[in-house]
C-alpha cells in the first residue's frame, strides 16, 4: 500500500522499492522481491556458473574453520580459567595451613606443572584434530576444483563435435543440392505401370 506523494509513486516502484519481484538473472525461471534477489544470486540460484559456486563452497569451508577455531579458543580459555581457580584454591589453603607450608608449595608446584602438561596435550589434541579438519576441507575443495575442470573440459569436447556435426551436415545439405531435382510424374508412372 503506497503512503506518500502519487508523483513518486512511479518513481517508487520502478527503482527504489525493494519488495517487487525480479526474474533471476541467470534462468532459473524464479522470481525473487529485490532485498533478496542478489543473495539467491550468489549463493542459492543452482544455474549461477561454477566460479560463484565455488566461490560459495570456499566461503562455507571457511566460515567452518572460524568457528572450530573459536571453539578450540573458548575450550582452551575455559581450561585456563578451571586451573586458575584451582590455584586460587590451594593459594587460599596454603595461607590457612601455615605449619604445612613447604608440602602445600609442594603441590602447588606440582599442580602448575600438571596444569601446564594438561594444556600441552590439550593444544596439540585440538592442533590436531584442526589440522585433520582442514586437510578434509583442503580435499573437498580440490575434489571439486577437479570435478569444476571436468566440467568443463566436457562442454569443450560437446561443443567441438557439435561444430563438427554442423560442418558435416552443411556438406550434406551442399551435396544434395547438386543432384537433379525428381520428375514427379516419371515416378507416379512408375508405381502406375507395377
Known sequence: EWVGELCDQQRHFTK??????EVCHYGCGGYYPRF?????EQDECPERPVEMKMATFTKQMLEKVNS?????????????TKLKDQEERH????????????????????????????QNREMKKMMKEYQQELHKLQKIVETNKHESLMQ?????QLKEEMS???AAGCKEDVSNE???PIDRKVVQEGFLTR
Request: a negative charge.
Open 164 to 166: 563438427h556435426l554442423i
Open 178 to 180: 547438386s543432384k537433379p
Open 91 to 118: 593459594k587460599m589453603e596454603l595461607q590457612i595451613k601455615s605449619d604445612e607450608d613447604k608440602k602445600e608449595m609442594y603441590q602447588l608446584m606440582t599442580m602448575q606443572q600438571e596444569r601446564h602438561e594438561l
Open 16 to 21: 527504489k522499492c525493494q519488495y517487487i519481484e
Open 36 to 40: 533478496l534477489l542478489h543473495t539467491h
Open 152 to 156: 568443463q573440459a566436457e562442454i569443450l
Open 68 to 80: 572450530f577455531e573459536k571453539k578450540y579458543q573458548v575450550e582452551i580459555i575455559k581450561l585456563n
